[in-house]
Structures are given as structure tokens and as C-alpha cells.
């Protein structure tokens, strides 16, 4: 299952560049594509610094724009993706094991009627979801934010959950009942290192997911010093003066604002790719 | 049985940490959607520090510094923390702010749709004008007045207005036009002409730059439309005139032709509000078409205090495109600055909102960088301000268009401007609708009861 | 719309490689029914407290968010929620009539049509490629990712600049290298502004390519050697063997991009804004645009009645995934 690593070297799709021309087509293709798909990249960081040069990262790294400093979108981003992972991974888990290991009547029914559920567009919940979070009081909180983007991965999280904890074999289960072991202890000291890979995987998508939400933050969070990175984009956008610098100035901060979604993704690229195709055991 | 106990233990530590987290979080906010009951009032001891929290659109964040500078000079114990939006941006924030109870002391909020929008977390100015000297009213300008209190569906003063503005005008770049020996164009056919010599001049100067976002469409169409009839607009929105009526297929098609014959380029449509200030600002084109908002372009110290490059900029009325049309322009009232129910310092709001309507020092700060006709009665702008004489007509021209008092402008801003009519604008310029099938859909769709009217 | 949509649409993904819905425990199902079902309802009540904190969740932000929307919905009201007055079904009957609503639904199946399409060619070639043993494979393959990855605010936001007729870089670099020709006023006419969203698209492979790259590390590849010693050509390798054997990998990517495209509202509102004149919308950004106009008050129910709308065509198109999941 490793997505990432360099074991199929030897595989045998290796013949599909056995002639040296499909090898050829094969690196061109591929040189071509990251060539385009840097593009957007290349071309931002070439307007960032085409009037003021590298200084602009300084520049905007320690300015407040509408009150919004970067750094602090960054915090406000990953203290919410923090909340979001922990809440998915500890409720989709439970849910998890109550679908797979526990026989229950009406199971299969909840569990299916759950998954409809997984196309459910965010935007489509605004309205509800804003009301609903001005009456817990939880507008400007990152538990306010977190909570519907918990909800709304919760759906996923539980499919992967279960389908993972399908191969986890019942045998192990039973034994630790006849051991007298309660559901509580076997969830905690059987089940959950069983699913610890899969929950990695997981914890890697939330985290992907949650820091990418734009409609949620922008509706529930006004006060600036809450302001998340995705969120950013759009509200420093009017403190931008129309001036070459400052236009370049804000390519700058739009730089910025990708490098923890970037560094996130570089080093967590083996649990997201595992997370998001794996879910579990192939037979 | 013990299974469940052990269970039960389990998640009681899971349920009471969630319930913990909410409790927490809650604290701060007193929850609810849109709760409008007026926030008690702290009590400020003397020398104590207050700070206000001021969030708004308008005017530009350069100029409000100033202002906010010279206030905090004045009254050393107010803080002012501003937090200015686009334009676009500041239609869902504050209505999104002031539902969810956020705390804010003064609020810049538009003369028009908006005022409806917000105006139950408003206070009104009756609530708070004990703290305004007793003669204020006499010092705003009434007809100002009059239109901010109109447009509130309960016909109640909710914000004191800065001034009045039009939309939309013409700036030029008076060294473009001077090199190329070019007079401010009156009439389609002196655009026409103009566009040409500055294509044929080539050196990287654009005849003619504007906004292509949706909202500036309609800015520009019924600058267009009124030409033919000044209150055209107005009639358009109050049911008086329909929509397909010949007027307006006059005016599409005066529109139209403008975009088919080149005399504005439909490349334009693709740029952003600030894109095509930038490109007027850097000398990188000849005219810019624009709201009266922006005529701090006319000031040579704003220029150069806000690396404006442009050398020397002039200002007048959109060309009269139709046969027989007078030049117009829409006006109205603008900058209302309001103070929520959720303030806590409504005493210390009142009076940054006195420095800025009613004190002369005050208006000075922002009057002086020209973005309103300030509502001060009888105050007038610095001439020190007006360095050449293209600026000082182009003022004046500005000025004489908002007096002229053509249709209303932002109280017809509803979801069919929005929704509707920008997008068949948009078609209309592109040349992807003639005018009068536009001129049907938009009669269809106004008559479809989807969009209220205000 | 919200993050999960771009990228990894949270759907069908591992339900697509194996049966969703296993068949309870065999050992169980032979003891006496009576045995069972008191078994099975003995399991009810851990079942109920491990299930407690989701079905919480799902009751607040799901199930009375959905009668919530049922309330909004026939009423005029605004942000505030207060002053609403009754409409009945009114906008219902204005959404459903409404050209522009359903141009956007068309808009939403034919841009997961064109991704789906990509994704099932070029999508599968890259992820052939990337599986071959090539060199610098993790770097192409965070390359091909990446846009998927990070906030679709942000790539959404870069495109729109990538996009513009003036001073575009697409624009600026097709001059630069001679194809000045084929520079387009992108969000200008219909035609150019989809395909601008066509290319947006085609940025966010990086799906596919993981749902495939992880197939054809367990899929048996081995059977290539024997083709090619029959003397199968590269071609038809790959469209007689490989194409076929990843069968299900296509059908998960096919539902996959369906059920996200739902929530692509970030893709559109940051690139093209629905231009020209609304015609790239899609209903997020048709709810989006009811909620917050430019300019003027939003008209929640409307909004809401339009959500409801769209949840239910959300739903549907899930209840044929979960049935095509639970046949196999």
C-alpha cells in the first residue's frame, strides 16, 4: 500500500518503457505536465517579486493587513485543523467500532443511511449551520468552525473506519470478551492500535481538508485575529492598495499563504495518498 | 453488565471533554443570531483608555488614517482600531458581524440596500444624538439627511452621512492628453476620437480602463441610460417605466455600440475594480471610468503620498452617447456612519462620529483628499489642494454633476441589480444579446416576483 | 465547497474497492434466531453509546439543520432571522423555474464529466507513468498533487490571475512564445471561460492519480510480461490489459468526482466568479449569490429553498453510489 515509496521499481509496468520511445514519451509527458502544473506557481512567484523584490515576503510576513497578521492565520489554521482531527478521529472511531464489531439491529441501516450523507455540500448547510452556531454561542471560535467541518468529513471518516476495522479479525474481539474484557477496554487497548494506520491516514486528510475550508471560517469567523490562512486570501485582499508594489505585495502573501498547505502535503503525502485510497485491507 | 459500566466510563471522559470545549468556547459570546437589544454601556472613568472598533469600506484606508490620527490626537483616550473591507467583501461581512453579536462601536454603513440589511442592529441616531452638539442637524447638509432617513424601510435615521458621491465620471490623464493634443471628450464622437489617437500613439497607454466587475455595470449603463432622461433609473426601479420600454433599448443599444465600434474594449470587462485603477494611477491610461469616490486621483499630494504616479489628472462627466442626451450621472447620499446596538461605548462613538461629520478639523482630514461632497454645510475644499487647472475644472465638473441631482443611486442595489441586470450588461457590452431581447429578459425577470424590490 | 471538495470528495473511494457492507459475522448467523436476536439486542445499548457523539453530531448539524432549512425556506427573511413573514411554497416555485438554477445543475454535470474524463485518460496515463519506475517520481508526484492539496481558495484565487486578459500571465506567456493567437479574453465569452474552468480542472488530478497509483500497486501487473511476450504493443497494453484491469478504480473515480463536484463552489467563485454573465455558475455559487449579493440584503429563504434543492439531488446521487457499493 505504500503510494509513495519506490518499491515498485521492479514492477512490472516497467515494460511499458521497455522501447526507448514509450520511455521517452513517457519523461516528456511528464516534464511537459510539471512544467504546466508549476506554472501557476512559477508565475505568482515571478509577480510577487517583480516590483520590490524579496523584501515583499518580508514586508507582508510582518504587516497587519485588516488586522490580519499571517503568522496568525497560519496558528488560527492548524489550532482548528487540530480540533477537527481530534474530534473526527475520536467520534468516527467509536463509530467505527459499534458498525464492525458490535451486531446490532437497525446497523446496516444507520451505517448506509450515514453515507448518503457524503456528498452533502457545505454551502447547501450555511444557512442552518449559521444559525445553529450563533445559538451555541460559538461564533469567533475555532470549536465553532471545527465542529461543522467535523461533520461534514465524519461521513468519510466513518466509511474508512469501518471498512478498515472489517479486516480486523472478530477472532481477536471474542478472545478479549472471554477474557472478560469490557467494549470500553477492548475499543481502547485492542481496537484503536489495530486502527492506528488507518487512523494516521485519516488525522493526514482532516488535517488537508480542514485547512482548505474557506466557507466556514468566512462565515463564522469575523473577528480578524481569528481569520484562517484559506480564509485570508479573500478578506486581506481590500488592504491591498492598487499600486504595482503593493500588487506585487499581495502575489507575495498569496505565496505565503500555500507553504504550511505545502509543507503539510510534502511531508504527509504517504498518509494523505493512504487515507484517501486505502481505507483498508484489499482482499 | 460490566461491559457497559466500562464503556459508560469510556465515553463519559470523551462526552465531558466535548461539553468542556463548547462551555469554554462559548464564554465569550453571549450567543443567538441576531440579537438586537442595545449593549449596556461601560462606564469609562476619567483618563481611562477606551478603544473603538471601527469597520467600513469607504473611504480609502490612507485618508481615514488621517482622520483617525488627528482624532486620536485630539482625544487621547480613544483608541480607534479600524478594519476596512472591499467593497464587495464588506456586504457579507458586516451584516455577518453584527448578527453574530460581534462588538463594534462605529460601523460605515452604505446609503442604500445596506442600511435595510443591518439596520435592525443599528442604533438610531435618535438613541444617541444626546451626545451630539444640539445644533448638529442645522450643520449636515438636509437634502443628505433626508436621503439617508428615506432609505430606511421605517423611515428612521440610522447613520449620519459624510457626503454625497455620483457615478459614474471620467478621469483623464491630463499629460496623455496634453502630448497627444487632446481635449476631455463631450460626446461619443470626441471619444471615439480620442480612443483613436491614443491607439495610434501605441506606447503601452490603454484609451480607456474601468472596472468589468459585475456591480460596476449597472454603474455605467444607467450613466448611459440617464443621458436620455435623468430620472430614468429612477423610474426604471419604482415600476413607472418598464424594462423593455424604448428608452431602454435606446439605451443598450447606445451601450452596445459603444463596445461594437471600439471605442471601449471589451477586454476591459475582464479587469477587477482595482486593476483598473492601477493601470490610470501608473500612467498607463489615457481615461478611467469611475465612481466620484474616486477623485482623490485629482490631488497632487494624495498622489504622492499614495505612489500614484499618474502626473496630473483631470475629471468630467461620461461623454454624452445618446442622440440628444445631457450628461448625468446618479447621486446620492454616502458614507453613513452608524453605531451598532452591541457597542459598548456609544458616548466615546458619538463623538469620533461628530469629529467626522460635523467638526470642520474632522471633515478636513478626508474632505481634503476630495472622495465626497462633504455634508458639513458650507464647507469648502482647500484650493491649496487643486494644483493645476485641469484638476480644478475636473472638481468642479464632478462637483456640478452631484449637485445637478439626477436619479438615486444605491437604494435600487437588490439582488435583481445583482443577479440580473449586471449579467445582461455584461451580455449587452459582449454583443452575445441585442438589446432588445436583453430589454425582454430583464422585463421577464423583473416581473418574475424572484427579486424584491426595496 | 467547503474543503472537502476539491480534493479527496470524501466519497465512495475505499467503499469502491471493496464490499461496503459485509455480511454479519457467519458464525453468528448459524446459532438459533431467537439466541441471536437477543444477542443482537443485548449489543444495543453499547452499540447506542459508542454511536452517541455521531449521531449527536449528525442530529444538530444534519437532521436540524435539514427541518431548519424546511422553516427558512418558506419564508422571506434575512441574515438576521427576524421579521420573516410566510411565503409558503413560493420559493420553491421561483427556484425550480428559474433558467439560470438549473443552467448551473447542468454546468455542475458537465464540469464532473469533463473531470471524470480526464481523469479516466490522462489522470490513469500519469498514474501508469508515475508507476513505472521512473525517476524523480515523488517530485512529479507532489508536483501533480499539490494544486489538489492546498486550499482551494488560494489555487482557485492564482488561476483567476493566471486568467485575466490583461496582464495574464496564461495570456502574456501564449504572446511570449508566439501563440498570441491563442490568447482569449478567458472570462469574456462562454466558450474560452469553459475552457478555463475545463483547465482549472484538469489541475485537480491529483485524485485519480492516488486512487490509481494505490490500485496498480496491488493489481496483478504481472500478466504484462506475458502479453509481451505474445508481442502486445505498448498500445494495446495499455488499453487491452491495464485499461480493463482497473475496472473498479474507474468506477470509484467516476463516483468519486461526482459526489465532489457538489462541492467545487471554491473552484468556480475564485477563478471565473461564474463569468461571463453567470454562465460558468454552479449551484454553490447560485446559493452562494443569493446568500451575499454583491450588493443589497441576502435572501435566506430563497437560499435556503435552493439548498434544499440541491441536497436533495446531493443525496440522490449518493443513494445510487451506496446502492451500486452495497450490489458489488
Known amino acids: 500500500m505504500s503510494a509513495t515509496t519506490g518499491s515498485e521499481q521492479l514492477s512490472p509496468l516497467h515494460k511499458l518503457r521497455q522501447k526507448p520511445r514509450d520511455s521517452v514519451i513517457v519523461y516528456a509527458t511528464l516534464a511537459i505536465g510539471a512544467v504546466l502544473w508549476l506554472f501557476p506557481l512559477v508565475s505568482t512567484l515571478r509577480q510577487s517579486v517583480q516590483y520590490g523584490g524579496l523584501r515583499n515576503y518580508l514586508t507582508v510576513l510582518t504587516t497587519d493587513y485588516n488586522g490580519v497578521s499571517l503568522i496568525r492565520a497560519f496558528g488560527n489554521s492548524l489550532l482548528i485543523a487540530a480540533l477537527t482531527v481530534t474530534l473526527t478521529c475520536t467520534i468516527a472511531a467509536l463509530a467505527a467500532y459499534a458498525f464492525s464489531k458490535l451486531d446490532f439491529p437497525g446497523r446496516e441501516t444507520i451505517y448506509h443511511t450515514g453515507l448518503l450523507l457524503l456528498a452533502v455540500p457545505a454551502v447547501a448547510i450555511m444557512v442552518p449551520v449559521y444559525w445553529i452556531t450563533g445559538n451555541l454561542g460559538l461564533f469567533n471560535s475555532p470549536v465553532g468552525v471545527a465542529l461543522p467541518e467535523v461533520v461534514l468529513t465524519l461521513p468519510f471518516a466513518v466509511l474508512l473506519l469501518r471498512n478498515y476495522a472489517d479486516g480486523i479479525p472478530n477472532e481477536l474481539i471474542e478472545a478479549a470478551r472471554v477474557d472478560g474484557a469490557g467494549h470500553g477496554r477492548i475499543f481502547r487497548h485492542v481496537f484503536l492500535p489495530l486502527c492506528r494506520p488507518a487512523l494516521v491516514n485519516l488525522g493526514a486528510l482532516c488535517v488537508v481538508w480542514s485547512v482548505q475550508d474557506f466557507l466556514f471560517p468566512s462565515m463564522l469567523l469575523n473577528d480578524a485575529s481569528q481569520t484562517t490562512a484559506a480564509q485570508a486570501v479573500q478578506t486581506i485582499k481590500g488592504a491591498f492598495a492598487p499600486t504595482p508594489l503593493q500588487t506585487s505585495q499581495y502575489f507575495a502573501a498569496l505565496m505565503l499563504l500555500a507553504v504550511p498547505a505545502i509543507v503539510i502535503v510534502v511531508v504527509g503525502l504517504k498518509f494523505i495518498t493512504q487515507g484517501i485510497t486505502a481505507g483498508g485491507v484489499k482482499e | 453488565m460490566r461491559n457497559d459500566a466500562q464503556v459508560r466510563r469510556g465515553l463519559a471522559a470523551a462526552a465531558t471533554a466535548l461539553v468542556l470545549s463548547l462551555s469554554v468556547a462559548a464564554c465569550g459570546n453571549s450567543g443567538g443570531v441576531g440579537g438586537s437589544s442595545n449593549a449596556g454601556q461601560a462606564t469609562v472613568g476619567a483618563g481611562q483608555k477606551v478603544t473603538l472598533n471601527y469597520w467600513t469600506w469607504f473611504p480609502a484606508q490612507p485618508t481615514l488614517q488621517k482622520s483617525i490620527a488627528a482624532f486620536e490626537a485630539a482625544n487621547p483616550n480613544i483608541t480607534i482600531k479600524l478594519r476596512e473591507f472591499s467593497n464587495t467583501d464588506y456586504q457579507k461581512e458586516l451584516p455577518l458581524a453584527l448578527n453574530s453579536g460581534q462588538s463594534l462601536d462605529v460601523v460605515g454603513v452604505q446609503v442604500s440596500a445596506m442600511t435595510n440589511t443591518v439596520r435592525t442592529q443599528l442604533r438610531p441616531v435618535g438613541d444617541w444624538a444626546g451626545n451630539l452638539p444640539a445644533d448638529w442637524k442645522s450643520k449636515i447638509n438636509p437634502a443628505m439627511l433626508a436621503q439617508t432617513q428615506d432609505i430606511a424601510k421605517d423611515k428612521t435615521l440610522y447613520s449620519i452621512p459624510m457626503g454625497s458621491i455620483g457615478s459614474a465620471v471620467v478621469y483623464s490623464n491630463a499629460d496623455v492628453l496634453a502630448k497627444l493634443g487632446i481635449s476631455f471628450p463631450k460626446t461619443q464622437a470626441d471619444l471615439a476620437a480620442d480612443v483613436a489617437k491614443v491607439k495610434a500613439a501605441g506606447g503601452g497607454v490603454a484609451p480607456v480602463v474601468f472596472s468589468g466587475e459585475a456591480w460596476w455595470q449597472d454603474e455605467m449603463f444607467f450613466t448611459v441610460a440617464d443621458q436620455i432622461d435623468p430620472k430614468l433609473s429612477d423610474e426604471l426601479y419604482t415600476g413607472k417605466v418598464a424594462w423593455n420600454s424604448p428608452q431602454l433599448v435606446k439605451a443598450l443599444t447606445a451601450y452596445q455600440n459603444l463596445f461594437k465600434n471600439g471605442t471601449l474594449d471589451k477586454g476591459t470587462l475582464s479587469l477587477k475594480e482595482t486593476d483598473a485603477d492601477n493601470t490610470f494611477n501608473s500612467g498607463k491610461a489615457a481615461f478611467l471610468v469611475e465612481g466620484s469616490w474616486n477623485s482623490s486621483v485629482l490631488s497632487s499630494a494624495y498622489r504622492k503620498a499614495n505612489g500614484i504616479t499618474v502626473g496630473n489628472v483631470g475629471a468630467g462627466a461620461f461623454p454624452v452617447v445618446v442622440d440628444g442626451g445631457q450628461p448625468a450621472a446618479r447621486t446620492f447620499a454616502e458614507g453613513g456612519l452608524a453605531i451598532p446596538k452591541s457597542s459598548k461605548y456609544a458616548a466615546q462613538a458619538a463623538k469620533f462620529i461628530q469629529f467626522m461629520t460635523t467638526d470642520p478639523a474632522g471633515v478636513s482630514t478626508w474632505a481634503s483628499d476630495l472622495v465626497l461632497v462633504p455634508s458639513l454645510n458650507g464647507y469648502a475644499v482647500d484650493p491649496s489642494v487643486l494644483t493645476t487647472p485641469e484638476a480644478q475644472s475636473g472638481y468642479a465638473a464632478v462637483q456640478a454633476l452631484i449637485s445637478a441631482g439626477g436619479s438615486g443611486r444605491g437604494q435600487y442595489s437588490t439582488t435583481f441589480t445583482t443577479n440580473v441586470l449586471d449579467n445582461t450588461l455584461l451580455d449587452v457590452a459582449r454583443g452575445n444579446t441585442a438589446p432588445q431581447a436583453a430589454a425582454d429578459s430583464l422585463q421577464s425577470a423583473w416581473a418574475s416576483g424572484r427579486y424584491p424590490v426595496q | ?328
Open chain 3, 1 to 328: 465547497m467547503t474543503s472537502h471538495l476539491d480534493t479527496p470528495p470524501p466519497g465512495a473511494p475505499p467503499a469502491g474497492a471493496r464490499p461496503a457492507a459485509p455480511d454479519p459475522d457467519p458464525a453468528a448467523a448459524r446459532r438459533a434466531a431467537a439466541a441471536r436476536s437477543r444477542a443482537r439486542r443485548r449489543a444495543l445499548l453499547p452499540a447506542a453509546l459508542f454511536l452517541a457523539p455521531l449521531l449527536a453530531l449528525y442530529g444538530v448539524y444534519y437532521l436540524y439543520a435539514f427541518v431548519f432549512l424546511g422553516q427558512t425556506s418558506t419564508q422571506n427573511v434575512d441574515l438576521s432571522f427576524t421579521g420573516a413573514t410566510d411565503v409558503g411554497f413560493r420559493n420553491f416555485q421561483l427556484v425550480l423555474t428559474d433558467p439560470v438554477f438549473w443552467r448551473d445543475i447542468g454546468n455542475n454535470l458537465l464540469f464532473a464529466a469533463v473531470s471524470i474524463a480526464v481523469s479516466l485518460t490522462l489522470g490513469f496515463f500519469l498514474a501508469v507513468s508515475l508507476a513505472s519506475g521512473v525517476r524523480a517520481r515523488k517530485f512529479f508526484f507532489v508536483v501533480f498533487l499539490l494544486p489538489s492539496l492546498i486550499p482551494m481558495s488560494l489555487f482557485a484565487t492564482v488561476f483567476g490571475q493566471l486568467i485575466q486578459t490583461n496582464g495574464g500571465a496564461i495570456n502574456q506567456t501564449l504572446r511570449a512564445v508566439g501563440l498570441g493567437a491563442l490568447a482569449q479574453d478567458w472570462t469574456g465569452n462562454t466558450g474560452s471561460a469553459y475552457v478555463a474552468v475545463f483547465i482549472l480542472l484538469t489541475y485537480l488530478i491529483g485524485l485519480p492519480v492516488m486512487y490509481y497509483t494505490s490500485d496498480l500497486t496491488t493489481a496483478n501487473t504481472a500478466v504484462l510480461e506475458a502479453a509481451m511476450i505474445d508481442g502486445a504493443g505498448t498500445w494495446q497494453m495499455y488499453r487491452m490489459i491495464l485499461f480493463p484491469m482497473l475496472r473498479s478504480t474507474h468506477k470509484t473515480v467516476i463516483l468519486s468526482v461526482l459526489l465532489g463536484s457538489f462541492r467545487w463552489f471554491e473552484v468556480i467563485f475564485f477563478s471565473t466568479g461564474s463569468q461571463p454573465a453567470g454562465r460558468t455558475g454552479i449551484p454553490g455559487t447560485y446559493i452562494y449569490d443569493q446568500m451575499f449579493p454583491s450588493t443589497g440584503g441576502g435572501q435566506i429563504g430563497y437560499a435556503s429553498a435552493a439548498s434544499l434543492v440541491v441536497l436533495v439531488v446531493a443525496i440522490a446521487v449518493s443513494a445510487v453510489n451506496v446502492l451500486v457499493q452495497r450490489r458489488r
